[in-house]
């Protein structure tokens, strides 16, 4: 069982930067592969990126590649979203997600559990 805690989301100006961070309960977490989602009001939850449980492999939406940063740390249990260069459109509510596979997913259904998500607001 693996608990998820996100935080850092907020309201910031376009262009600027915020980090993401889910903490994880349980001993097993560098078993996991993780992922970040997003859900938009009155859209679909989508993926964002993902990280292998070494840390090793990452992958990412078009959207965000060469803005967005996933990693991890193993010996805190934490996960991080580094997000740069924010614009309106990823105004969003950003979860993060355990996938109990060492293939890492970038589709909703191989993850196991999910956090209760955090606020991120960026104005134009």
């Known amino acids: 069982q693996v608990q998820l805690v996100e935080s850092g989301g907020g309201l910031v100006q376009a262009g600027g930067s915020l980090r993401l961070s889910c903490a994880a309960s349980?001993?097993?977490?560098?078993?996991?592969?993780m992922g970040w989602f997003r859900q938009a009001p009155g859209k679909e939850r989508e993926f964002v990126a993902a990280i292998s449980w070494s840390g090793g492999s990452t992958y990412y939406t078009d959207s965000v590649k060469g803005r967005f940063t996933i990693s991890r740390d193993n010996a805190k249990n934490t996960l991080y979203l580094q997000m740069n260069s924010l614009k309106p459109e990823d105004t969003a509510v950003y979860y993060c997600a355990a996938a109990n596979t060492i293939v890492v997913h970038t589709t909703m259904g191989p993850y196991n559990y999910w956090g209760q998500g955090t606020q991120v607001t960026v104005s134009s």
């Open positions: 349980g001993r097993t977490f560098s078993r996991y592969s």
